[in-house]
């Protein structure tokens, strides 16, 4: 069965420190991978996918199909990081619906 | 950027009512859209996949009897809570497919929509 799970509900680092949040996925096929960040009171907005390869906010992740996994990392974190993040996985083969992780709350103290 | 609003941002109704809460792409055209459903401090669950001009494509445990979802247009998909009972108060988000970017299909989503039935 496909399932994306983020290990860890509440992740509380230092500013300045580096921050590594967990994502493993099962999937069967090729997986598209996503972050998602929601920030107190504002929407569910896309962070990065695996597909760009880019660098959002200083986070990045990378795909590793061996482990299943798409951590997201960031060098240095800043309060302004403090929110909510989701892995989400898509499924192209039913219609690309995301299944979204538990989700794990960034708390960046200062 | 792709922007998807919600309407009502936040209703409360008495129970037995029905509550129809709209999703709108403002800016592009969406063929499918999700409805999900949060709970405080949790993930979101999707409830069903809305495909214009056909039937929408319900989760397992979800009624569809009960969360009525309309795709009459590429921009427009609604989801009507019928006969609303206190344990269907939520959180509704909603979220519109950008097709055709290049890069892979890209979900943005809607504000949400509170819901409380008394």
């Known amino acids: 069965a496909q399932r994306v799970t983020q290990p860890e509900k509440l992740l509380s680092v230092f500013k300045g420190a580096p921050v590594e949040l967990k994502c493993n996925y099962s999937?069967?096929?090729?997986?598209?991978l996503f972050w998602y960040v929601q920030y107190s009171r504002q929407r569910l907005q896309l962070l990065l996918r695996?597909?760009s390869r880019e660098s959002i906010k200083g986070f990045t992740a990378d795909l590793n199909k061996g482990e299943t996994s798409f951590h997201l990392k960031k060098p240095f974190a800043q309060e302004e990081d403090s929110a909510m993040y989701y892995c989400a996985l898509s499924q192209y083969n039913q219609g690309g619906k995301l299944i979204f992780g538990q989700g794990t709350e960034l708390s960046v103290k200062p | 950027g792709a922007v998807v609003s919600q309407h009502p941002s936040w209703v409360i109704c008495k129970s037995g009512t029905s509550v129809k809460i709209e999703c709108r792409s403002l800016d592009f055209q969406a063929t499918t859209m999700f409805w999900y459903r949060q709970f405080p401090k949790q993930s979101l669950m999707l409830m069903a996949t809305s495909n214009e001009g056909s039937k929408a494509t319900y989760e397992q445990g979800v009624e569809k009897d009960k969360f009525l979802i309309n795709h009459a247009s590429l921009t427009l998909s609604t989801l009507t809570v019928t006969s609303a009972h206190p344990e269907d108060s939520s959180f509704y988000i909603c979220?519109?497919?950008?097709?055709?970017?290049?890069?892979?299909?890209?979900?943005?989503f809607g504000p949400g929509t509170r819901l409380t039935v008394l």
């Open positions: 695996h597909i």
């Open positions: 999937y069967s096929g090729s997986p598209e």
């Open positions: 979220s519109a497919r950008e097709e055709g970017t290049g890069m892979g299909d890209t979900q943005y």
